[in-house]
């Protein structure tokens, strides 16, 4: 079956312009994920889906950052007023369970360049 | 808190020599742990995971890692590389109810 699909694969942006990001995770997992992951260094939670609602926006780096999941299924995050420290390669990863034990599923990721 | 550490940053090895990553952990209850694998240009996909049991976990293409709980530890291992291997390797550990934890990953180049 379909994986994690994540669009758009490579972004390029001015600074100070918002963008979003989206996610398609696998049909019926009910946990999703995103990360971050800058030039070098390993993945850096930002924010875990459970359904619709977000029990953990711990990693969140600030209130430009925000995300949201509709029918259990799509996710997009979005980034607002970009700053070049933004610049990274964002990942989403979904589960059929709640941590503990998951799996996760990664996409390809979107790549975001910020001028 | 967890945290997951990678001690090894890069390793340039030739085929067919022995493999050997490091990896720690910092959190004193029960964990489970994780070897990620990133192909250039494919996704993260899982090796291996251990939840429980068997100390040595066998995961695909070959590698297996070793639980040591006195040690915090969960090194990957690989007894002949190949040029195919090349790749980041990245170590995770979660428990329940937390969020899985990556080290800062492992990049291997094998030399054909």
């Known amino acids: 079956g379909a994986g994690v699909s994540q669009s758009p694969s490579n972004k390029v942006t001015e600074k100070g312009k918002d963008v979003e990001l989206r996610c398609d995770p696998i049909?019926?997992?009910?946990?999703l994920y995103w990360y971050r992951q800058r030039l070098g260094q390993g993945l850096e939670f930002l924010i875990y889906?459970?359904?619709?609602?977000?029990?953990?926006k711990s990693g969140l780096p600030s209130d430009r950052f925000s995300a949201e999941r509709t029918g259990e299924s799509v996710s997009t995050l979005t980034i607002q007023r970009t700053q070049q420290e933004d610049s990274a390669v964002y990942l989403c990863?979904?589960?059929?369970?709640?941590?503990?034990?998951?799996?996760?599923?990664f996409g390809p990721g979107t790549r975001l360049l910020v001028l | 808190a967890q945290s997951v550490s990678q001690h090894n940053h890069h390793v340039i090895l030739s085929e067919a020599a022995s493999l050997e990553l490091g990896c720690n952990y910092s959190?004193?209850?029960?964990?489970?742990l994780f070897w990620y694998v990133q192909y250039p240009g494919q996704h993260l996909q899982l090796l291996l995971k251990?939840?429980?049991?068997?100390?040595l976990v066998k995961g695909i293409k070959g590698f297996e890692a070793e639980f040591i709980k006195s040690k915090f530890s969960f090194n990957l291992r690989k007894p002949s590389v190949q040029w195919s291997d090349t790749a980041e390797y990245f170590c995770?550990?979660?428990?329940?109810?937390?969020?899985?934890?990556f080290g800062g990953g492992t990049r291997l180049m094998v030399k054909p």
């Open positions: 990863a979904s589960s059929s369970q709640p941590p503990g034990q998951e799996t996760q599923y």
């Open positions: 049909s019926g997992h009910t946990a």
């Open positions: 889906f459970q359904g619709n609602s977000a029990p953990d």
């Open positions: 959190y004193g209850g029960t964990v489970n």
């Open positions: 251990y939840f429980s049991g068997d100390p």
């Open positions: 995770a550990v979660n428990s329940a109810g937390n969020m899985l934890t």
